[in-house]
């Protein structure tokens, strides 16, 4: 059975930085695309960088620049270091995987609509200005 778990949410200023971490127990994510989402208060899922099985990433243009996103596969565990943070920011931050052949942009859009995607728990991330 697949489990991803979040860590590293939590409350910083605006201009602060959090590196958010999703272990994966039950799959071996050098096999998978996987992907950091957000979703904030009455908003829809989005995503917002993910990384292919080839290493290809790629980002929601709302966060270029300040987020990067890297998988560590000897510990079979994806990363999100966020910088220079903002209140738009402030969501609840899930992590996803899937064994659907996807590239890194294609994940973005369709990771919420594959029924192959697995979902962690979620870790809120809150930005205070």
């Known amino acids: 059975q697949v489990q991803l778990v979040e860590s590293g949410g939590g409350s910083v200023q605006a201009g602060g930085s959090l590196r958010l971490s999703c272990a994966v127990f039950g799959y071996t994510a050098i096999n998978a695309c996987m992907g950091w989402f957000r979703q904030a208060p009455g908003k829809e899922r989005e995503g917002v960088a993910s990384?292919?099985?080839?290493?290809?990433?790629s980002y929601a243009d709302s966060v270029k620049g300040r987020f990067t996103i890297s998988k560590d596969n000897a510990k079979n565990t994806l990363y999100l270091q966020m910088n220079s943070l903002k209140p738009g920011d402030t969501a609840m931050y899930y992590c996803?995987?899937?064994?659907?052949?996807?590239?890194?942009?294609?994940?973005?859009?369709?990771?919420?609509?594959?029924?192959?995607?697995?979902w962690g728990q979620g870790t809120q991330v809150t930005v205070s200005s």
């Open positions: 990384i292919d099985v080839d290493g290809t990433t």
């Open positions: 996803a995987l899937t064994w659907t052949p996807v590239t890194a942009i294609q994940a973005l859009g369709v990771m919420t609509r594959l029924q192959s995607a697995h």
